[in-house]
């Protein structure tokens, strides 16, 4: 069986809500998913005093279990147009898998949120998908097959490279059923080619 993990940070919870649909897509494809958090890096004085989320339901994840997946999907809220550090921390002490080649043939993907249509979304993305780049996957977007990315009768996110959210400048607005139907596709289509390349 395709095993996928969905690797996430989230600071107020939207990108759990993605990461638990991404993960339900790649579930609904036949494959066995496991979800996992980065650490938290930020200060305790500055989780509670920012109202971070701190009542997450699934365990920290391990650098060293990466190679056990054939597929990672990573989401992670934008942060001035890029991942933040949190996840970027966790990547960066990802070198010995890298000089192993432990993680070249994986199936990778992202997806991200951010406060507002043009808060950096993609750039967040690429900047996700270039570290899964260096480290040896083939990478899996938001194809056109999911034409709910398309139209502007609402406000929603979604792009080729992932799937994405808008919280809004408070974060008070969570992911649209547009947005999970998204995600749930995305982690369909990865476990689908993960399956073909790994089956």
């Given at each position: 069986m395709t095993k996928v993990l969905v690797l996430y940070y989230s600071s107020y919870g939207h990108i759990e809500q993605m990461a638990?649909?991404?993960?339900?897509?790649?579930?609904?494809?036949?494959?066995?998913?496991?979800?996992?958090?980065?650490?938290?890096?930020?200060?305790?004085?500055?989780?509670?005093?920012?109202?971070?989320?701190?009542?997450?339901?699934?365990?920290?994840?391990?650098?060293?279990?990466?190679?056990?997946?054939?597929?990672?999907?990573?989401?992670?809220?934008?942060?001035?147009?890029?991942?933040?550090?949190?996840?970027?921390?966790?990547?960066?002490?990802?070198?010995?898998?890298?000089?192993?080649?432990?993680?070249?043939?994986?199936?990778?993907?992202a997806f991200t949120s951010s406060a507002t249509q043009h808060g950096g979304q993609e750039t967040t993305l690429f900047s996700i998908i270039t570290n899964l780049f260096h480290q040896g996957f083939t990478i899996v977007g938001l194809d056109y097959g999911f034409q709910g990315q398309m139209g502007v009768e609402e406000v929603k996110g979604g792009s080729p490279y992932g799937a994405t959210t808008i919280a809004d400048g408070d974060g008070s607005r969570m992911p649209s059923e547009i947005e999970l139907e998204g995600a749930r596709y995305q982690g369909r289509r990865i476990a689908e080619v993960a399956a073909k390349v790994h089956g």
């Open positions: 638990e649909a991404v993960a339900e897509g790649a579930r609904e494809a036949g494959a066995e998913v496991a979800i996992r958090r980065v650490p938290e890096t930020a200060p305790d004085e500055i989780v509670e005093g920012a109202g971070f989320k701190t009542d997450h339901g699934y365990a920290t994840a391990e650098v060293d279990e990466l190679p056990d997946y054939d597929a990672i999907i990573v989401g992670a809220p934008t942060r001035f147009g890029r991942m933040p550090s949190q996840m970027a921390a966790f990547w960066d002490r990802t070198g010995k898998l890298w000089m192993e080649g432990a993680l070249n043939g994986k199936i990778g993907g």
